[in-house]
């Protein structure tokens, strides 16, 4: 996948156009393991809007990519739900043993119930 699809999708899921961010954001689900490295990039630059920081998450767990753990991992004891909602389910669909040992971990802390 070329970057410049990737940054025109970027750049459609900031627009105030609904219709607009959708497309985009299906675009991306779509294309999420390919992207996986750059959507991390976004997130982890992403600091305005929370919206687009919750729809980055749910892409980069839409991903399946072991290269996501750290990212699922940080977001556990934030103060955003939806945040910690997609890092839980971007854990469960990595479904590794080392998944599984951050949400175990998670909950003896008492994170996540």
């Known amino acids: 996948m ?9 750049q459609s899921m900031r627009t105030r156009e609904p219709r607009v961010r959708e497309d985009a954001f299906d675009f991306l689900r779509e294309h999420a393991d ?3 490295g750059e959507l991390i990039a ?3 630059a992403e600091g305005d809007d929370p ?5 980055l998450l749910e892409l ?3 991903a399946r990519s072991p290269d996501a753990l750290e990212v699922f991992r ?12 997609w890092a839980v389910r971007g854990l469960e669909m990595l479904d590794t043993r080392e998944a599984e040992q951050v949400l175990e971990q ?8």
């Open 60 to 62: 980069i767990a839409e």
């Open 74 to 85: 940080g977001q556990l004891d934030g103060e955003d739900e939806s945040l910690r909602f």
């Open 106 to 113: 998670a909950y003896a802390n008492g994170l996540i119930f």
């Open 51 to 55: 919206g687009l920081r919750c729809w």
């Open 2 to 10: 070329s970057r410049r699809r990737f940054d025109q999708a970027m």
């Open 42 to 44: 976004e997130f982890a």
């Open 34 to 36: 390919a992207y996986v």
